[in-house]
């Protein structure tokens, strides 16, 4: 079980971007605005996407306004970075951000993408290029046979975690999502300086919880209305006795804290981006300690 604590990226940390932050016009005081139209929010560390909620708006700030505007989220260049994993940055061909890094980190985690490839470097300043990955997003689950191979539908990677990267301080990071004449999409990217907390048992749990509506008439008809889901997961760890009071004291400080959960390298349905629910040490062995951890994902 690693977890990776979420850095926080500024307009100071997302050095360049080839997603254009041009979703809808630039909102203006002068200009009169009708009912459920939307405007963009640039300024410093705020790019967000506002709807009216009033026809003739006009000269009402959309941050301090809440009876004329609402809040609908970020500019589709910072989606991938407002911890909404179901707000998907979407851009044609590739996405491609460049992050400089203020201390260390020694992992990436990305959530809810759709692409063909995803290429990682970190570059120092001194020794160049330390750090370079390409990984190949075709998944490789879900065809156990050679019927499978040949005609079921390609099924690509949702989730990637990589935390063999190396822990150079105020390095630059780039990461790199390309499907050349697709749409490359992507729910959350992050890093941070991981930590292994234990052991994950096997018979952990994973599901989701969704929240869609599903309401019957009086004659069992259903009135299905999809939304977004959020991934669950129960885990056991053991934890080595000597880490203990570290781990205590590490999880404590991820209270109502987002942060990405990998439960185990081999199964990338294991890996979360969200917040625990609970979590518990038990004291059984001597040189052991039994940690339960209830992780909810975020939507």
């Known amino acids: 079980m690693k977890i990776v604590p979420r850095f926080d990226i500024t307009d100071a940390v997302l050095v360049s971007s080839n997603v254009a932050e041009s979703d809808y016009t630039l909102w203006s005081g002068a200009t009169t605005y009708p009912l459920a139209a939307r405007v963009r929010l640039v300024a410093a560390e ?17 941050a301090t306004s809440p009876t004329w505007w609402v809040k609908v989220g970020a500019t589709n260049r ?35 993408i759709d692409a063909a490839e ?4 970190l570059t120092d300043a001194v020794d160049g290029v330390v750090y370079d990955r390409t990984v190949n997003l075709i998944a490789d689950s879900g065809v156990p046979s050679w019927y499978s191979w040949f005609f079921a539908p390609i099924d ?18 780039t ?18 300086l991981g930590r292994d907390l234990g052991n994950t048992d096997w018979g952990f749990g994973v599901g989701v919880r969704e929240y869609g509506r599903k309401e019957a008439d009086a004659f069992g008809n259903y009135d299905l209305v ?16 000597r880490n203990f009071n570290a781990a205590l004291r590490q999880l404590s400080e991820l209270s109502a804290v987002a942060a990405a959960y990998i439960g185990t390298d081999i199964h990338a349905a294991t890996i979360i981006f969200g917040f625990y629910r ?19 994902g975020l939507t």
């Open 78 to 112: 910072w989606r991938m970075f407002d911890q909404r994993v179901t707000d998907q940055t979407e851009n044609a061909d590739s996405i491609d951000c460049t992050f400089a890094v203020a201390g260390r980190i020694n992992a990436v985690t990305l959530h809810n």
């Open 175 to 192: 990461v790199t999502l390309t499907d050349t004449g697709g749409t490359v999409k992507c729910g959350e990217c992050m890093f941070g």
């Open 156 to 173: 690509r990677v949702h989730d990637v975690a990589l935390t063999d990267v190396p822990p150079y301080r105020n390095a630059t990071l």
């Open 226 to 241: 999809p939304r977004a889901n959020s991934r669950r997961g129960e885990f056991v760890v053991w934890v080595d006795a």
């Open 278 to 296: 609970d979590f518990r040490f038990l004291g059984r062995h001597l040189n052991w300690m039994i940690l339960n951890l209830d992780i909810e």
């Open 46 to 62: 705020q790019h967000e996407v506002y709807q009216s909620l009033q026809a003739d708006n006009i000269d009402h700030a959309p």
């Open 118 to 121: 995803l290429r990682v470097t």
